[in-house]
């Protein structure tokens, strides 16, 4: 499994040096988009209704303000926005690029 080595905030965008030396860059707007998290994707209850993700919202003022790496798996952004709770898997993160 491919793991991040180094992690910068460059500007408006997030840079990642894997451990196969392939870099990836994702501007913060994207990357906020694309938040695994249920406020942003929504979750379904147990008979199918979609609660939270109402659909595409403008992010172009947001920006990384932080992040921290959780486990051996994913890493956490803070943006300015105040959103903190997406936990973009190594994987997910991969498939961003």
Do not use: C, K
């Not at 990357?31 to 919202?57: F, K, M, N, Y």
């Amino acid at each position: 499994m491919l793991t991040p080595v180094d992690i910068q905030i460059i500007g408006s965008e997030v840079a990642i040096r894997w451990s196969d030396d392939r870099e990836t860059y994702y501007p913060a707007d994207r990357l906020r988009a694309a938040s695994p998290s249920a406020e942003t994707q929504g979750e379904r209850d147990v008979l199918g209704q979609q609660h939270g993700g109402h659909g595409p919202r403008d992010y172009s003022d947001v920006v990384v303000t932080g992040w921290e790496r959780i486990g051996n798996y994913a890493v956490r952004f803070d943006f300015s926005d105040g959103h903190r709770t997406g936990l973009y898997a190594y994987e997910y993160l991969l498939q961003l690029a």
